[in-house]
């Protein structure tokens, strides 16, 4: 799981490399892990766009156009803006999840099978 959103010009190789997975792979991550991969993608589509770099700009435009699509499909929407504390508080949806698994002494969710 990502936990901190690498610099686009520090780390451009890491970016290009998350972010050009198939979307079968992203449709098998984690929800607080697409959030943290949209915010990458946003700023890395901000930066080419400001830099006029067409070809990189529309890249990122159509990997957030999958991770949003994804998100609208899990969550029934998705963030217009993934701050810091918005970040934080999905990390802690997850953990207090984790926990109550825990507590009831499973280790994943179970799967409802309907026949």
Do not use: W
Request: glycine residues 0%; charged residues 35%.
């Amino acid at each position: 799981m990502i936990y901190e959103i690498p610099m686009i010009r520090e780390n451009e190789h890491l970016i290009f490399e998350l972010m050009s997975r198939s979307t079968e792979d992203l449709l098998n991550e984690k929800t607080l892990t697409l959030y943290y991969l949209l915010r990458a993608a946003r700023k890395a589509k901000d930066i080419f766009f400001r830099e006029k770099d067409q070809e990189r700009f529309t890249f990122f435009t159509k990997k957030n156009f999958i991770i949003e699509n994804i998100l609208l499909e899990r969550e029934g929407c998705f963030p217009l803006s993934v701050s810091d504390a918005f970040l934080r508080k999905k990390q802690e949806e997850v953990q207090k999840f984790e926990n109550n698994l825990v507590f009831k002494n499973r280790q994943k969710m179970s799967v409802l099978k309907i026949q």
